[in-house]
C-alpha cells in the first residue's frame, strides 16, 4: 500500500507541530486525528478605513456581512527599538519554511544569496507531494503535451475570470526548472519522482489536465520533502533557519519593506535586516477561524473538517495589509467532498466529520429529501455548493457491493484515484486502504449499511419512499447508459442494486485558502492603487490573483506546484539582482 509515512500526525488545532507533513499525510490524518472545536462567529460592524485600504473597496467582505479592521485584522503592533535584542542581517529573507519558504531558501542560496528563515514551530510544514507542473523531463519522456492557450482558458474559467493571465504564464513558462530541480535532489537520495498519466480512456465533461508529479517516499518513514531541503540547504552553508521564532510584523523604512521583526522562542523581539527583500509565505489563513468566519461565511456553511497545515492563521496576510497591500475582494478556499457525518448531523464548520476518501467519486448523492439534485461527476467542490440551496447544506452518498468494480471503471485522476497508474504511478490512497478506511466508518457510526433501500432510508432518516424512487431512476439510466437527468458520462454512472447497500452523509473538507495579496508577475505585493511594495513579495497560498470561487482540482499539484514554481523564480531573481 501507497499510504505515507508520516503518519504520526500533529494535532489539528494550530499546537506547534513537531513533524514536517505532507498534504496527502493531512487529508489522510482527518480521517484519524479528529480536528478541535470551531471558536465562535465574529461580530460584525461597518468597515474601518484600515479595512477599506486593505481590500480596496468599501464594499461588504464575503456574505455581505461588513467588517472592522478590528474584527481580524487588528491593529499592526508597535515595537519599541529598545525591545528588540538583536539584528540578523541577510540578503533574503523568507517568512514560512513550508513548501514555498524552502524552495526560495534553496533558490536563492545556489546563488549565492545568504538566507534567514523564519518558521514559528520547531519544523516546517515540508514540502506538498502532489506539485503541478507542465513540460517537466518527465512530461516529455511520456509524449504528453498542453496546450497553453487550452489550458488558460480552463483556468480562467473555474477562476470566474479573476485570474492575472500574465500569472498563469509564469507558472506555464517557469513550472517546469521547479520540477526538474527538485527531482534531482529527490535522486540524490534515491527518491523517484513519479508523474501523473495521461491517459484519456473516456470522454469526460470536465478536461482532466496531468500535471501531478509526486515523490515516491520510503515506506520506512526516513525521508520527505522537509528533510531533503533542509538538507540541502545546510550543504549549500548560507541558510539559517531561526524556528519557534515567528513573525511580528513586517518591518518598513518608508514605504519600502525592509525585513521583519520576530519573537524568539524566549520572549525577545528580533529584528531581521534583509537587503534584497522578504518573501512572505505562511501558507493562508484556513486556521484563523476568525478571519474564516469574518470572509468566507459561505465556506463555512459547507465544510465540517479542517485539514490544513497547522499554523496557518493570516500572519503573512495580516503582515501584508498592515504594510498597506491590497487583499483579493473574493475570499474562497479549495474544499474537498471528503467529509463523513453521522445520520443525526448536518453541514457546518462546527460539527467536526471524519475523512470519507471515497466522497469525489461520482456515486449517486442525493439530498436530506432522497432526491438527486445535481450531476456528480464534477470538480470535487461543485457539489458542495450545490449543497448550499439543499436541506441542511448536506448531501449522502450512495453504493452497493460492487462498489470496488464502479471505482475502477470510473477513471478518476489526481488524488482521487484509487487505483494504478497506466505508468505504474500509485495513487496517493489505494483501494485496499479505501476498503479498510471504510470499515472503520460504518463502526465509527458514519457510513450505514443495510440490506434494503428501505432500511438504508431509515438509517440515514431519509424519506423511504423518495429515496427508493430516485435509486431506481439511477438503476434505470445505468442500465440505459444515459443519464437524461443531468448529463453524468455513462461509465460514470453506477447501480444501487446488489445488497448490502452503503450510505454516509457527506460535506466538505477545508483544505487551505486561495484568497491572498494581490501581485504582479513577479510576485510583488501591489497596494489598492496597483503600485508594487518595494522589497515585499508574496508566494503561495498567501498570494492572490490566482484561484476565486473554485479550484481546479482536475490539474493535478496546481496551487503546490504554482507555489515551488514562484517561490524558486523569485528567489533566484531576488538573488541575482
Known amino acids: 500500500m501507497k499510504l505515507n509515512h508520516d503518519e504520526n500526525l500533529a494535532a489539528q488545532d494550530g499546537r506547534m507541530a513537531k513533524v514536517p507533513l505532507s498534504r496527502r499525510s493531512f487529508l489522510l490524518g482527518g480521517a484519524m486525528a479528529g480536528a478541535a472545536a470551531a471558536a465562535g462567529l465574529a461580530g460584525c460592524a461597518p468597515q474601518s478605513a484600515t479595512q477599506v485600504a486593505a481590500t480596496g473597496s468599501e464594499a461588504p467582505a464575503a456574505g455581505g456581512a461588513a467588517t472592522t479592521a478590528s474584527d481580524w485584522l487588528g491593529v499592526e503592533p508597535a515595537i519599541a527599538e529598545d525591545e528588540i535584542a538583536r539584528t540578523v542581517e541577510c540578503d533574503i529573507l523568507v517568512v514560512g519554511a513550508g513548501?514555498?519558504?524552502?524552495?526560495?531558501?534553496?533558490?536563492?542560496?545556489?546563488?549565492?544569496?545568504?538566507?534567514?528563515?523564519?518558521?514559528?514551530?520547531?519544523?516546517?510544514?515540508?514540502?506538498?507531494?502532489?506539485?503541478?507542473?507542465?513540460?517537466?523531463?518527465?512530461?516529455?519522456?511520456?509524449?504528453?503535451?498542453?496546450?497553453?492557450?487550452?489550458?488558460?482558458?480552463?483556468?480562467?474559467?473555474?477562476?470566474?475570470?479573476?485570474?492575472?493571465?500574465?500569472?498563469?504564464?509564469?507558472?506555464?513558462?517557469?513550472?517546469?526548472?521547479?520540477?526538474?530541480?527538485?527531482?534531482?535532489?529527490?535522486?540524490?537520495?534515491?527518491?523517484?519522482?513519479?508523474?501523473e498519466a495521461a491517459e484519456e480512456l473516456h470522454e469526460t465533461n470536465y478536461k482532466h489536465w496531468a500535471t501531478g508529479h509526486s515523490p515516491a517516499w520510503p515506506a520506512d518513514g526516513s525521508l520527505d520533502g522537509n528533510t531533503v531541503l533542509c538538507g540541502y540547504a545546510a550543504q549549500l552553508g548560507t541558510v539559517e533557519f531561526l524556528y519557534e521564532t515567528p513573525?511580528?510584523?513586517?518591518?518598513?523604512?518608508?514605504?519600502?519593506?525592509?525585513?521583519?521583526?520576530?519573537?524568539?522562542?524566549?520572549?525577545?523581539?528580533?529584528?531581521?535586516?534583509?537587503?534584497?527583500?522578504?518573501?512572505?509565505?505562511?501558507?493562508?489563513?484556513?486556521?484563523?477561524?476568525?478571519?474564516m468566519n469574518a470572509l468566507q461565511p459561505h465556506t463555512q456553511s459547507i465544510q465540517s473538517g479542517n485539514t490544513a497545515i497547522p499554523g496557518t492563521e493570516g500572519d503573512g496576510i495580516k503582515a501584508c495589509l498592515w504594510a498597506g497591500a491590497k487583499m483579493d475582494e473574493t475570499h474562497s478556499s479549495m474544499l474537498f467532498d471528503r467529509a463523513a457525518l453521522l445520520p443525526t448531523e448536518t453541514a457546518g464548520y462546527e460539527t467536526q466529520g471524519e475523512m470519507f476518501w471515497m466522497g469525489s467519486q461520482p456515486w449517486l448523492k442525493v439530498n436530506l429529501n432522497g432526491e438527486r439534485f445535481c450531476n456528480e461527476s464534477g470538480t470535487y467542490d461543485f457539489i458542495l455548493h450545490a449543497d448550499a440551496s439543499q436541506p441542511g447544506n448536506t448531501h449522502v452518498t450512495l453504493w452497493d457491493a460492487d462498489y470496488q468494480t464502479y471505482a475502477e471503471q470510473f477513471d478518476m485522476h489526481g488524488c482521487s484515484r484509487m487505483f494504478p497508474f497506466d505508468n505504474g504511478a500509485a495513487p496517493n490512497i489505494p483501494m485496499e486502504a479505501i476498503?479498510?478506511?471504510?470499515?472503520?466508518?460504518?463502526?465509527?457510526?458514519?457510513?450505514?449499511?443495510?440490506?434494503?433501500?428501505?432500511?438504508?432510508?431509515?438509517?440515514?432518516?431519509?424519506?423511504?419512499?423518495?429515496?427508493?424512487?430516485?435509486?431506481?431512476?439511477?438503476?434505470?439510466?445505468?442500465?440505459?447508459?444515459?443519464?437524461?437527468?443531468?448529463?453524468?458520462?455513462?461509465?460514470?454512472?453506477?447501480?444501487?442494486?446488489?445488497?448490502?447497500?452503503?450510505?454516509?452523509?457527506?460535506?466538505g473538507r477545508l483544505l487551505c485558502t486561495m484568497d491572498g495579496i494581490c501581485i504582479d508577475d513577479q510576485c510583488r505585493a501591489l497596494t489598492a492603487a496597483g503600485a508594487p511594495i518595494e522589497g515585499l513579495y508574496v508566494v503561495g497560498n498567501d498570494s492572490g490573483c490566482y484561484y476565486s470561487m473554485t479550484y481546479p482540482n482536475l490539474s493535478t499539484g496546481n496551487a503546490a506546484g504554482r507555489t515551488v514554481t514562484f517561490a524558486r523564480r523569485t528567489a533566484k531573481a531576488l538573488a541575482s539582482a
Open 435 to 507: 476498503v479498510g478506511m471504510n470499515q472503520g466508518l460504518i463502526e465509527k457510526g458514519y457510513i450505514q449499511q443495510a440490506d434494503t433501500i428501505e432500511e438504508l432510508a431509515e438509517k440515514l432518516g431519509l424519506p423511504a419512499d423518495a429515496l427508493v424512487a430516485t435509486v431506481a431512476r439511477n438503476n434505470e439510466n445505468y442500465d440505459a447508459q444515459v443519464d437524461p437527468d443531468f448529463g453524468k458520462e455513462p461509465f460514470r454512472l453506477s447501480p444501487v442494486r446488489k445488497a448490502p447497500f452503503y450510505g454516509v452523509r457527506n460535506t
Open 99 to 195: 513548501t514555498g519558504g524552502l524552495f526560495a531558501a534553496c533558490a536563492a542560496a545556489e546563488e549565492g544569496a545568504k538566507v534567514v528563515v523564519l518558521e514559528k514551530f520547531t519544523q516546517g510544514g515540508g514540502i506538498r507531494d502532489d506539485l503541478g507542473a507542465v513540460n517537466s523531463r518527465l512530461q516529455q519522456e511520456s509524449n504528453y503535451t498542453i496546450d497553453r492557450l487550452e489550458m488558460a482558458r480552463d483556468m480562467y474559467h473555474y477562476a470566474a475570470g479573476q485570474l492575472k493571465p500574465e500569472l498563469f504564464d509564469v507558472w506555464y513558462a517557469n513550472s517546469a526548472e521547479a520540477i526538474d530541480w527538485y527531482e534531482e535532489r529527490l535522486a540524490e537520495r534515491d527518491v523517484k519522482l513519479w508523474h
Open 247 to 291: 513573525m511580528v510584523k513586517l518591518d518598513r523604512e518608508g514605504e519600502k519593506v525592509v525585513g521583519a521583526i520576530a519573537q524568539a522562542s524566549d520572549g525577545t523581539y528580533v529584528r531581521v535586516a534583509a537587503a534584497k527583500g522578504t518573501i512572505v509565505c505562511t501558507g493562508g489563513y484556513a486556521r484563523n477561524e476568525e478571519m
